[in-house]
Structure formats: structure tokens, C-alpha cells
């Protein structure tokens, strides 16, 4: 195995830079570190840690540019997109400062009036964080904020299409003054991953494929420690009802299943479309993919680059073939088809028997699929048993509300698109997208923090606060 892992611009297939692999044996000594490191780092206080990530927050902020087209050549978004996520990684950053300062615990009376139950909230030592290459800055910044103010340390496994953007980020973070072993990456590819879960660990937290998230799972076994949450695929769902809005649904829908060649857990990849309006939508929707913009990601036009990688998007042009095959192509987007580019397409799949409604294909293709009834809605739903995200279009209020459980996801949008979250609210998937803690808002600490409960006897028999 080569020493360097080579970093490559999808749109180009030209070689970026390059990052050191780290040794197998490197990344025990890595976890070792982190382990030294915590003590001092949780003694610090959670007022001391936020500030810390506040300066980090600042520094993503001051390099924001560079960061934005770093991250758009290396994995191939398109700029206007990677410069929302860096600001977000920001944000992220001066949302968790804040939220430090919060961080504490419990006080209850007992029973016993002479007693005082005072309940800790305190780190549960070293994190691993394993990032997919798809958010580069924003996925490891929502892992790692949370880590850090919480006083864990960290090691990180960066996704191998993305090695650059997460040295660049290693570099903000020892300038922003995080001290040796509070966070560390390993560079290598799944098999450095596996040799991270297997080191010893309190907490493992996993964005990625259900595949793999499933593999860590398996191999974690029967071993107590360490706790693991995972956030994993989507095959997600417009529900587009009778009387929803539809040049907005269109335009929605457009953007959140070809934006970034749709190479997000939250794209939109099926469109249950009620029958009455399915061809109007499907018309809509035809106009909207033809005149997407597909090439080069630095071009701030284009809403859709290519695809990781040349491989891949060689698999997904046979996929979509394959896909198309059982349903009617409504529409092909112009521009580049070879090399790592892959056209968006709108399939119409009359009656949602092909695999596009059960298997996420990540990456440039949707298909409308007409439904006649809440249960045809229902088993468009649950046809994957993945959960992530869904749509929902329309204006009746007691209607979309039933479809909060039809859907059963996550995460929902009403009339909004599948993809975009605040990061200030929980986000987890439901059923096969993810398991088992919720990220994001004041919800995301709780994985990083365990409780000391303390049962605390005064000298007086009335010693009790409160
Ligand atoms: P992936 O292949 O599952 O990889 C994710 C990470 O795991 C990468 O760092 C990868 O390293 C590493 N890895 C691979 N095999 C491993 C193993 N056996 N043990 C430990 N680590 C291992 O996913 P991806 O291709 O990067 O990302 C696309 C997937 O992520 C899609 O399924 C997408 O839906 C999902 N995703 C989910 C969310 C969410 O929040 N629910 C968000 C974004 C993406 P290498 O890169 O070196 O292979
Ligand atoms: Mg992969």
C-alpha cells in the first residue's frame, strides 16, 4: 500500500496533493495520546473548551474562501453550495461556544432532608469520529464540536476523497490553540477505520454508508464500550399531495435531488406524486432538469459537478440504465456525460415496482411515481426501511399532519426541500438510516456525556439545596 493517500479533483481527475497514510501501529499510540490528553482537557471546564472552539469558529470564518474552493475541487461540489457548508462548520463552532457555557448538571433534594443529589454531567473520555467524504467540513465539524465541548479528545478518520480539506481543518485547529491530543486524525482507508473501532475507545460516532455503518456494528459485538451512534443512508421521499403548491414543490424537488449531483443522505430520490396533479408535476419537473447546469463546480452556475470519482460514476451510469429500464426517462440534463459526470435524469416509474423506490443510489436520478391513495404514500414510504428524511407538499394542514406518521422519518420537510437542517435541532435517522443517539442541537452533547450521580450528606440534618 502506497504511504501517501493522493487526493484527486473529480472534475479534472488530476491529482490535488497528497497526505501521509498513518501507520496501522500509529493509531493505537494516536488513541493513547488522546487518552493522556483528556484529563487535562476535561479539567479545563466547559467554559474554557467553548471558548476554544469559538477561536476555531473564527478561524473557519477568516479562511472561509480558501476552505470553500479547496472543498469544492477536492470533492467536486459546486462552489455556492461548499461555501454555505464552510459557513455553516462556522456556525456550528459559535452555536457549541455558546452552548458550553450551559453545560453542567442537576440539583434535586432527597428524600432525606439531610441529602443533596447533585448529578454531574461529565465526559465520557476519548471519541472516535468516521466522516464520509459528501461534507467534508460540516459532518466532522458537527461530530467533533460536540466531542470537544463536552471534554472528550478525539481521533478522527476522514473519508480518504477528502484528506486535504480535513488537513486544512487540523491546521485551524492547532492554531485556534487545542492542545496536543485533543484532536488527531488517522489518514487511511476502510481498514484504518476498523483498526480506529477496534482501539480503545469510549464513544464511536459514524457517518456513512449503512453498509459499513452495519459492519461496525457487527464487529463492536459483544463488547461493552465503546457507544456508538450511526447516521447512514437514505432512499428519501417527496410526498407530493393534491393541493400543494406545485411550481414550488418543483423547484424543490429539482435542487434537492440533482443539487450536488445528488450526492447527499438527503436527497430526494422518489417523488410520490398524487394522481391528479402527477402530470403537471412531472411537466414542471421536466422543464426544471432539462435546463440544470451541469460542470465544472468552481463555475458558480453550475448545480451539478460530478459525481467522486470516474468509478463511480461509471457504476451509476449502468445503474441508471438499469433503473430506467423498468420506467419511462422524462428527462435528461444537458452537458458533460463522461469521465466522472453523470447527466441527471427524471424517471416516471408508473407503479413504483423498480429498485429506485428500495435502494439509494446516491448520486444524479429521481423518479416521479403516481399514487392513488394514503396507502400508496405509505408503501413508497416504508419501501426501503430507510428513514432519514422526507418531503412533504401541500396545504392542508389536518392532511399533512396525518402524514408526519406516514411518513415516519427523522427528519421532515413541509413544503421545503428533503435536504438542508439547522443545526441547532436534533437530526437522526429513523429505521435503517440511523441509530442510536440523535447529532446536532443540545441533543448531539448528550453521546459525548455521561451522569455522576452524587448522593451528598451535610453536616446538619437540614442540609438539603434545594
Ligand atoms: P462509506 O463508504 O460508508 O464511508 C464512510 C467512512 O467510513 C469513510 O471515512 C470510510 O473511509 C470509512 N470506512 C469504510 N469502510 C470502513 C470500515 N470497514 N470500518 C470503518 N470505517 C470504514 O460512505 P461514503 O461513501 O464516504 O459516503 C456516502 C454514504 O454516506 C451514503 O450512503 C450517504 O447516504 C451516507 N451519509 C449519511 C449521512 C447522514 O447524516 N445520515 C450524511 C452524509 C452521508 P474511506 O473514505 O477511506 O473509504
Ligand atoms: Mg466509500
Redesign the pocket.
Given at each position: 500500500m502506497s504511504a501517501e493517500i493522493v487526493s484527486t479533483a473529480p472534475a479534472t481527475g488530476e491529482p490535488l496533493g497528497t497526505v501521509p497514510r498513518t501507520p496501522a501501529a500509529n493509531v493505537d499510540e494516536l488513541v493513547a495520546e488522546a487518552r493522556r490528553a483528556q484529563r487535562d482537557w476535561a479539567a479545563r471546564g466547559a467554559v474554557q473548551r467553548a471558548n476554544a472552539l469559538g477561536a476555531l469558529g473564527r478561524l473557519i470564518e477568516r479562511d472561509a474562501d480558501e476552505l470553500a474552493r479547496l472543498l469544492a475541487a477536492e470533492v467536486g461540489k459546486p462552489l455556492g453550495e461548499a461555501v454555505a457548508e464552510v459557513g455553516r462548520a462556522a456556525q456550528i463552532c459559535a452555536y457549541l461556544a455558546g452552548v458550553g457555557y450551559e453545560l453542567g448538571g442537576i440539583v434535586r433534594s432527597s428524600g432525606d432532608p439531610a441529602v443533596t443529589i447533585l448529578a454531574r454531567q461529565v465526559p465520557v473520555g476519548v471519541a472516535a469520529v468516521?466522516?464520509?467524504?459528501?461534507?467534508p467540513i460540516a459532518?466532522p465539524i458537527w461530530k467533533i464540536a460536540p466531542a470537544l465541548v463536552a471534554g472528550c479528545t478525539v481521533v478522527w478518520?476522514?473519508?480518504?476523497?477528502a484528506v486535504l480539506t480535513a488537513e486544512r481543518l487540523l491546521r485551524l485547529a492547532e492554531e485556534a490553540g487545542l492542545p496536543d491530543g485533543v484532536l488527531s486524525a488517522v489518514f487511511?482507508?476502510?481498514?484504518?477505520?476498523?483498526r480506529?473501532?477496534e482501539s480503545d475507545l469510549d464513544a464511536l460516532s459514524?457517518?456513512?454508508?449503512?453498509?459499513?455503518?452495519g459492519?461496525?456494528r457487527r464487529?463492536l459485538g459483544g463488547r461493552v464500550r465503546p457507544r456508538l451512534t450511526l447516521?447512514?443512508?437514505?432512499v428519501n421521499v417527496a410526498h407530493v399531495l393534491a393541493d400543494a403548491d406545485l411550481e414550488r414543490a418543483a423547484t424543490d424537488i429539482t435542487a434537492a435531488a440533482f443539487g450536488y449531483a445528488g450526492?447527499?443522505?438527503?436527497a430526494t430520490q422518489v417523488i410520490a406524486a398524487a394522481e391528479p396533479i402527477a402530470d403537471e408535476l412531472s411537466e414542471r419537473l421536466r422543464a426544471e432538469v432539462e435546463a440544470i447546469v451541469v460542470g465544472d463546480p468552481l463555475d458558480r452556475a453550475v448545480v451539478a459537478g460530478p459525481v467522486?470519482d470516474e468509478r463511480t460514476a461509471t457504476g451509476l451510469r449502468s445503474e441508471i440504465d438499469r433503473v430506467s429500464a423498468g420506467a419511462e426517462v422524462l428527462a435528461r440534463a444537458n452537458g458533460p456525460s463522461d469521465g466522472a459526470f453523470v447527466a441527471p435524469t427524471l424517471l416516471r416509474d408508473a407503479d413504483g415496482a423498480s429498485d429506485i423506490v428500495s435502494a439509494?443510489i446516491?448520486g444524479p436520478v429521481a423518479a416521479v411515481v403516481p399514487t392513488r391513495t394514503e396507502a400508496d404514500h405509505e408503501r413508497l414510504a416504508g419501501a426501503s426501511g430507510m428513514a432519514?428524511t422526507a418531503a412533504v407538499y401541500g396545504t392542508d394542514f389536518d392532511r399533512i399532519r396525518a402524514m408526519l406518521n406516514v411518513v415516519g422519518t427523522g427528519v421532515v420537510a413541509v413544503n421545503r426541500p428533503s435536504t438542508g437542517l439547522d443545526p441547532h435541532a436534533p437530526?437522526g435517522?429513523w429505521g435503517q438510516?440511523?441509530a442510536d443517539f440523535s447529532?446536532q442541537g443540545t441533543e448531539g452533547l448528550r453521546f459525548y456525556m455521561k451522569w455522576q450521580t452524587v448522593y451528598w450528606r451535610g453536616a446538619s440534618a437540614q442540609a438539603h439545596f434545594p
Open positions: 468516521i466522516t464520509p467524504w459528501n461534507f459532518i478518520k476522514p473519508a480518504s476523497p487511511g482507508g476502510g481498514e484504518t477505520g476498523q480506529l473501532s459514524f457517518t456513512g454508508s449503512t453498509e459499513v455503518g459492519e461496525l464487529a447516521e447512514l443512508g437514505g450526492q447527499k443522505c438527503t467522486i439509494e446516491f432519514l437530526f435517522g438510516s440511523g447529532e
